[in-house]
């Protein structure tokens, strides 16, 4: 009786025991889930706000058969870039854009006529209004609505097509907010790109001279080492780059500034070196032994065996440590925010200040009030990052899957 | 040339080559580890490490933000270690084949590669928004815990996949039950893998600042914490702000090189305490 209760109890423990490791080993997956829900539910925000700032709306004389303006040209008119109404395509008898601004209003009328509570603003508004048809308004929402009498543009949201093709990245503009991700896109491609290029020969040299050359007492160190460099904190990174490798390529190419893509690179590069050897070295010492005492017993020496043999063998697994480097590469953040200048602009060359993903999402998330369309553009980036990362780890996932295939 | 001396030839540049550009990347964390030690060394004295910083933060000390780091990095143990080594224990002895299973390794290396400011977003949406906690160190614990967690779990896997078989069908013969034969057999052999790991992931924690940036520190706080739900100040975002949008940045750069310093400190000790525990422990138990 006691033996059979001791063995129930026991039972029960194991079950619960059992249960417990379920629920922990389920955590990693609903967490991802969660993440998913959670940036993309905040990001997806922004295709629901509108071109023009929130609580603004662009307005124009009653008989201006202007229809739509993407945010680009909504900028280019404010900043007086556009200044006809033909480079719109729009056939008008005042051609010239004349814009009108809440402090362009004492211009048009006199001052002392406006009410002290500027309950007459609207109909003020839209006298001014009639009277230049050419002129295009941007004022706050309320005073378009009672005893307005002009033509309101509906601009409708922000849209996917504008979000990912827009070549300009200024979300304070005003008054139409500027969402292009393209130079943040590129920015970061760059960057990576470059770190890659620079990395992959000393990548696949060390991995090389670790699996095949390094005597034990050279292995014992070089371990440590690269465990070390990937230890370090990125921040450490960025403050060696800022103080060391930016002035160095100011001095070297000759540059205003040193802060550039180049510089970002080559942190990169040194961050991203550890992943790319570890990955490399193990996948070059999985190659059989059998394999390369073949190839050196029919005469060809230890380089041609590597190079003919150990590097096609491993092929694929240091193809994997490779993708992984470009995946921490574009992802790492306060490294790159510190030392490429942090220019939204296409870039051109890896000499210029370069933005990217993760650096904006870094550098503007503190400034950018919550739910507004710039806090979502910024998660957007977010989804953006996250997908890239899953797309890696699925390219990865199928180059090692392949390669289990080949050995079996 | 014929053939054979070129075939030397060919193997002697190769070989060189490689040697070379290994030392260049040796070289290289020496320099990094040497230009911040030489001039951070300079920076520490007690006060520096133990005072509230002075002036626009040109002048004192960087206490609060290695409390702030310290309270972090605890909190984020407490959340990380218990689950992720449960969750490896799952993985490696019970888990089976099946698609569950292919799907949750999946999903612990995804978790594993998304970018730290990934997390910062969706801890601040989560934690700091959602929940509530505001910038707080628990909002910035948990953020850094999820960003730990996979380390933990890999490295417990790993630990438990090194333990022979032989083991856990000697303890199963001898009719112990599977949890005694992981408390009992598996885990004591495995404990020092798991826990040279753990240190390692401590480090790595200790360092991040993209996922704290927007769950948990100031920009400059001259005081301690006194709950939970505290802003604080922490190293790197310290060393971040200090370095890049300070107050004085050129006045404030003996503090930026004392900051690194702490910084590279705490990796290389941790990393020297890992190192030697596993040449302890090797020496005492032999597992296989």
């Known amino acids: 009786m006691r033996k059979k209760m001791f063995r129930g109890k026991k039972y029960f423990i194991e079950a619960l025991w059992e249960g417990l490791l379920k629920i922990s080993g389920s955590v990693t997956s609903i967490i991802i889930i969660l993440i998913v829900l959670f940036l993309f539910s905040e990001g997806m925000g922004i295709f629901k706000k509108k071109v023009v700032e929130d609580g603004y709306v662009i307005a124009v004389n009653k008989n201006n058969p202007v229809k739509d303006l993407s945010p680009e040209q909504i900028k280019n008119i404010f900043d007086v870039k556009i200044v006809s109404w033909k480079e719109l395509g729009v056939n008008i008898n005042e051609d010239e854009i004349s814009l009108l601004r809440l402090d362009d209003i004492p211009n048009y009328f006199p001052e002392d006529q406006i009410a002290e509570d500027m309950s007459n603003l609207p109909q003020i508004i839209s006298q001014i209004l009639k009277e230049h048809p050419g002129m295009i308004a941007f004022i706050p929402e309320d005073f378009a609505k009672k005893g307005f009498s ?259 | 040339m014929d053939y054979n001396k070129r075939k030397k030839l060919n193997q002697a540049s190769a070989f060189w080559i490689f040697r070379i550009m290994s030392l260049a990347v040796i070289a290289i964390l020496f320099w990094i580890l040497g230009f911040i030690i030489v001039n951070g060394f300079q920076a520490i004295s007690w006060d520096f490490l133990t005072k509230m910083p002075e002036d626009g933060m040109t002048k004192g000390g960087i206490y609060p933000a290695i409390i702030g780091t310290l309270c972090l990095t605890a909190g984020s143990i407490i959340f990380a270690f218990p689950i992720g080594v449960l969750s490896g224990i799952y993985l490696n002895e019970y888990a089976g084949k099946g698609w569950i299973v292919r799907f949750i390794r999946m999903m612990t290396n995804n978790l594993g590669s998304i970018p730290s400011i990934v997390f910062g977003l969706f801890g601040m949406s989560l934690f700091v928004n959602t929940l509530g906690f505001g910038d707080s160190i628990i909002a910035g614990s948990l953020t850094l815990g999820l960003l730990a967690l996979p380390v933990v779990i890999r490295t417990t896997e790993e630990a438990l996949k090194q333990i022979d078989n032989s083991y856990r069908t000697g303890s199963l013969a001898l009719g112990a039950t599977k949890l005694q034969t992981i408390v009992k057999v598996v885990l004591p052999m495995a404990f020092p893998n798991i826990i040279t790991g753990l240190i390692l992931s401590v480090g790595r924690v200790s360092g991040e600042t993209a996922p704290i940036m927007f769950t948990a520190v100031a920009y400059f706080l001259p005081m301690l914490p006194s709950s939970i739900f505290d802003q604080v100040m922490a190293l790197p975002y310290h060393l971040y702000v200090i370095s890049t949008s300070g107050t004085d940045i050129e006045a404030s750069r003996t503090m930026a090189y004392g900051t690194a310093f702490v910084l590279i400190m705490i990796v290389l000790i941790l990393n020297l305490i890992a190192n030697a525990l596993r040449r302890y422990f090797s020496n005492k138990v032999k597992t296989n």
Not at chain 1, 206 to 213: H, N, P
């Open chain 1, 150 to 408: 002009e033509k309101v543009l509906d601009l409708g949201n922000i849209n996917l097509k504008e979000f990912f093709g827009g070549k300009e990245w200024f979300p304070t503009a005003q008054p139409a907010p500027q969402f292009g991700v393209i130079p943040i896109v590129m920015g970061t491609l760059w960057v990576s790109l470059g770190a890659i290029l620079i990395a992959l020969p000393f990548g696949i040299a060390v991995s090389i001279y670790s699996a095949e050359l390094a005597s034990k007492k050279v292995h014992k160190i070089l371990k440590p080492v690269i465990e070390l460099l990937a230890g370090i904190p990125s921040v450490v990174y960025g403050f060696f780059g800022l103080i060391v490798i930016v002035p160095l390529i100011q001095k070297v190419f000759n540059l205003d500034v040193g802060e550039t893509g180049l510089a970002g690179s080559i942190v990169l590069a040194i961050m991203a070196l550890p992943t790319i050897i570890t990955i490399a070295e193990d996948a070059l010492r999985s190659t059989p032994r059998a394999m390369k005492e073949a190839s050196l017993a029919l005469g060809a020496n230890k380089w041609q065996t590597i190079l003919k043999v150990t590097i096609p063998y491993s092929i694929s697994g240091i193809t994997a440590g490779v993708v992984l480097g470009i995946g921490r590469a574009i992802g790492e953040t306060m490294a790159v925010l510190m030392v490429t200048g942090n220019a939204a602009v296409i870039p051109h060359t890896l000499l210029e200040p370069v933005r990217t993903i993760p650096a904006t999402i870094a550098a503007e998330l503190g400034e950018a009030p919550k739910g507004g369309a710039h806090y979502e553009a910024l998660f957007v980036l977010g989804c953006i990052l996250f997908i890239i990362t899953l797309i890696i780890n699925l390219v990865v996932e199928y180059i090692s899957s392949k390669n289990k295939n080949k050995v079996a």
